[in-house]
């Protein structure tokens, strides 16, 4: 049986919306370090580009069951 991953965002992995654990659930990756790699980014590109990309996925990605 092949299961598709899809992109949404996670009810049971969230911060905030969930966007961050969803995208980690469908590649795989560990939810905590993408978090922290999110964060460390937005700090170093001055904060208001990493919230708005934040915003933009949290109403362009579904959430998840």
């Given at each position: 049986?092949?299961?598709?991953?899809t992109?949404?965002?996670?009810?049971?992995?969230?911060?905030?919306?969930?966007?961050?654990?969803?995208?980690?659930?469908?590649?795989?990756?560990?939810?905590?370090?993408?978090?922290?790699?999110?964060?460390?980014?937005?700090?170093?590109?001055?904060?208001?580009?990493?919230?708005?990309?934040?915003?933009?996925?949290?109403?362009?990605?579904?959430?998840?069951?």
């Amino acid at each position: 049986m092949n299961v598709t991953r899809t992109l949404s965002r996670s009810r049971h992995d969230r911060m905030i919306a969930g966007v961050v654990g969803g995208i980690a659930r469908r590649f795989g990756w560990n939810s905590t370090a993408l978090r922290i790699i999110y964060v460390l980014l937005s700090i170093a590109s001055v904060a208001f580009p990493g919230i708005l990309v934040y915003l933009i996925l949290w109403l362009l990605i579904p959430e998840g069951d």
